[in-house]
C-alpha cells in the first residue's frame, strides 16, 4: 500500500476558514487598540502560529501576543467563529474513500488542538479525534515539526516512506522534510503554487480528489 499514512493540514487544506480566521484576528486587534484593524488579506496569517503572528506582523510583545491570542479566542471559540468554515470541495468524499481503503488518517495543525478537535468533531469526519494534534494551550508544541513527530511517535509509526503529509503553505512542506516524510502541496489554499514548489512538495495538486491518484 502506498502511502498507508496520511497526515492533513487543517486551514486551507480541510476548511476554508478565511473569513472566521479574519473576523476573528480583527476583533483581537479592535480590543488590543489597533488603529486600523481591518485587514484585507488574510491568507499570510493563515498558517503560522498565531502568536507568532502577533509579534512578528503586528510588532507585539510576547505578552502583548498572549493578551492577542485571549481575545482571539474569545472571538473565535467563545463567540462560535470556528464553527462557521466550510470543507473543501471534495474533502469529505476523499476522506471517506482513504478511511474505507484502511489507511491511518491523521491532521497536523498549528492550531490549538483542543479546537482542531472540536471542528473535525463538527464536522464529522471519518478522522479519529485522538488523531487530530496540534498547538496545546499555552501556545507551545507550535512548530509543524514537533506536531508531526509527536503524532507519528505516538501511533508508533516507524516507517517513515509509508507517510504523506498534505497541506496548503510552505510550513506543511517543510515540516514534512523536517520530519523526512513526502508531502503534498494543495493550491486551492492559501499558500501559492510557487510557494509549494519552492517549499520542495513532493507532488502538487489542484483539487483534493486528486490525491487518491497519488496513492494508488
Known amino acids: 500500500m502506498k502511502y498507508s499514512h496520511i497526515l492533513f493540514d487543517l486551514d486551507g487544506t480541510l476548511i476554508d476558514s478565511k473569513e472566521t480566521v479574519r473576523c476573528s484576528f480583527e476583533y483581537a486587534l479592535g480590543k488590543m487598540h489597533v488603529p486600523n484593524p481591518k485587514i484585507i488579506d488574510i491568507e499570510p496569517l493563515i498558517g503560522p502560529p498565531i502568536l507568532k503572528t502577533f509579534q512578528e506582523v503586528y510588532g507585539f510583545s510576547l505578552a502583548e501576543a498572549r493578551q492577542g491570542y485571549e481575545f482571539y479566542l474569545e472571538e ?71 506536531i508531526i513527530t509527536d503524532l507519528l511517535e505516538d501511533n508508533d509509526v516507524q516507517d517513515l516512506a509509508d507517510v504523506l503529509m498534505v497541506g496548503d503553505r510552505h510550513y506543511d512542506i517543510i515540516g514534512a522534510s523536517e520530519v523526512g516524510i513526502d508531502s503534498v502541496g494543495v493550491t486551492y489554499g492559501c499558500g501559492s503554487e510557487d510557494e509549494l514548489r519552492q517549499a520542495g512538495a513532493t507532488h502538487l495538486i489542484a483539487s483534493i480528489n486528486e490525491l487518491l491518484k497519488i496513492i494508488k
Open 76 to 146: 473565535y471559540v467563545g463567540n462560535g467563529q470556528m464553527y462557521q468554515a466550510q470543507l473543501y470541495q471534495g474533502v469529505k468524499e476523499t476522506v471517506h474513500a482513504l478511511y474505507t481503503s484502511g489507511r491511518f488518517l491523521g491532521v497536523a495543525t498549528t492550531k490549538n488542538e483542543n479546537n482542531a478537535r472540536k471542528i473535525i468533531d463538527s464536522l464529522k469526519l471519518d478522522i479519529q479525534i485522538d488523531r487530530v494534534y496540534g498547538t496545546y494551550n499555552d501556545g507551545t508544541r507550535s512548530n509543524k515539526k514537533e
